[in-house]
C-alpha cells in the first residue's frame, strides 16, 4: 500500500492526464462540426459535472481536482494544437509555444469546465453527506 501522499499524487496526475486526453479529443471531435457553440458548452458542461462527482467518489480532494482539471485543459489544448494540420513545418520549440498559447484563448472555456469539475465534486460530497 502506497503512503497517503504518494496515493494522492498519483491520483492527481492520472486525473489531469486523463482530463487532457478526453479534452484534446473532444477538441477534435468530427461531431463538433454538427453542434453548435451554445450545444457543445452544454455537452462539455455535463461531462465536466459528471467528472467531478466521480473523481470525489474516486477519493479526489476538491482543491486538488480543480487544480487537475486547470492542468488537463491546457495540456488537452496544447496536444490539440499540436495535431492539428499545419501548412509550414516549424521548430518543435515554435510549434510547442504557438500550441501553448493557442491553448490558452480558450480561457473561458477552461473557467467553465474547470468550475463544472468542481461543482460536480461539491455536489458529490454534499449528495454523500451523512445524516445525522
Do not use: H
Not at 477534435?28 to 457553440?37: E, F, Y
Not at 480532494?61 to 513545418?89: E, F, H, M, R
Not at 477552461?110 to 469539475?117: D, G, H, P, S
Amino acid at each position: 500500500m502506497l503512503p497517503s501522499r504518494s496515493r494522492d499524487t498519483i491520483s492527481a496526475l492520472l486525473a489531469a492526464a486523463i482530463g487532457g486526453a478526453l479534452y484534446r479529443y473532444w477538441l477534435t471531435a468530427p461531431v463538433l462540426g454538427r453542434l453548435s457553440i451554445a450545444q457543445w458548452r452544454y455537452i462539455a458542461f455535463g461531462v465536466a459535472v459528471l467528472i467531478g462527482v466521480v473523481l470525489v467518489r474516486l477519493g479526489l480532494n476538491i482543491a486538488v481536482l480543480a487544480c487537475t482539471s486547470v492542468v488537463g485543459l491546457v495540456l488537452g489544448g496544447t496536444w490539440a494544437a499540436l495535431v492539428a494540420p499545419k501548412d509550414v513545418t516549424t521548430p518543435l520549440s515554435t510549434e510547442l509555444s504557438n500550441a501553448f498559447n493557442y491553448s490558452l484563448t480558450l480561457w473561458r472555456e477552461m473557467v467553465l469546465l474547470t468550475v463544472a469539475v468542481a461543482l460536480g465534486g461539491l455536489l458529490s460530497r454534499v449528495v454523500n453527506r451523512p445524516k445525522s
